[in-house]
């Protein structure tokens, strides 16, 4: 166990997103929040991966319909424990004022559509960043009592500060690699709406440019999610049963809009990246191992 998990709590059952969105709507009112992240474990056991949600998850981020899930469709059964870790009162952030920044996930065994995972979420490594500070949400997903899935997911509290600071120097700084245009995409403005149908992320800078603005954008983006499944969709067939993919997300991804997706081979695996068709602009740039 890490050393981050003092204390394990199991879940009967998946929480509410309904009551865990009027949490975080109401957390920045109420008192409360620790100055360190809590040193808790949200277990949920038996979250089935159930053919018809797996199907949708998959017509929805453009994969192939298999009989294994694909890889980045378990981040949707844990983002309710996720949810509810950041909006509990002793949280040190209002989880509406997060930014995700990063993410890598490892696909360790295959995970058979119908099967059922048990799910561990904990908080760890709260650390500077150049705009803030930084976090990891660690997942382990189990399958017959092993680790079959695990993913790091990286949020940023903006604070101020300078705006060139990465906060990622413990990261050695590589050459961009030469990648080719591999698909021009066009982006419907619903896709925040179908996204979040089948995850349940339903953050209303996703779901309607009204909204969108309320929270200090122009219009819609995409989920950053649903950008990185797109884009290991679109590796269907050239990666095999196991595999890492990371991804770091920059500007976001407006809707409706269009983007285009390069991608090119380094040190036996791939890169790849989402970026505007004019290449001005950088939405997410990622890698599979």
């Keep these: ?4 998990v003092a204390e394990t709590v199991e879940l009967e059952s998946a929480p509410s997103l309904t009551r865990l969105y009027a949490q975080a709507v109401a957390a920045p009112l109420l008192p409360g929040g620790g100055a360190e992240l809590p040193a808790r474990q949200l277990v949920l056991r038996g979250a089935e991966v159930e053919r018809k949600r797996v199907a949708d998850y998959a017509h929805v981020c453009g994969f192939v319909l298999r009989s294994d899930a694909p890889g980045t469709y378990p981040h949707i059964l844990a983002f309710p424990l996720h949810l509810d870790l950041m909006t509990d009162r002793s949280f040190p952030f209002s989880v509406l004022g997060l930014v995700h920044i990063a993410n890598r996930i490892e696909v360790i065994a295959p995970i058979p559509v119908g099967e059922s995972l048990d799910i561990a979420v904990h908080a760890e490594d709260l650390r500077p960043h150049g705009r803030g500070r930084q976090f990891d949400l660690v997942t382990r997903a189990s399958l017959g009592g092993d680790v079959a899935w695990r ?6 509290h903006r604070e101020g500060g300078s705006e060139n600071g990465s906060g990622k120097e413990d990261r050695p700084q590589e050459p961009d690699p030469d990648l080719e245009v591999a698909a021009e ?3 419907p403005g619903d896709t925040g709406r179908r996204y979040a149908g089948v995850s349940g992320d339903r953050n209303p800078i996703h779901m309607h440019p009204l909204s ?3 929270f200090g954008f122009p219009s819609a983006i995409a989920h950053g999610m649903w950008t990185k499944a797109r884009c290991l969709a679109a590796f269907d067939g050239r990666v095999g049963d ?3 993919v990371e991804v770091e997300f920059k500007a976001p991804l407006r809707i409706p809009g269009r983007a285009r ?3 090119g081979r380094a040190n036996g695996g791939w890169v790849f990246s989402v970026e505007a068709p004019d290449g ?3 939405h997410l740039v990622g890698r599979i191992a």
């Design 151 to 156: 993913s790091r997911t990286t949020y940023l």
């Design 185 to 187: 995409w066009t982006v």
């Design 212 to 214: 969108a603005r309320l």
């Design 242 to 244: 196991t595999y890492a």
């Design 261 to 263: 997706f390069l991608s």
């Design 280 to 282: 001005a602009r950088k």
């Design 1 to 4: 166990m890490s050393e981050a």
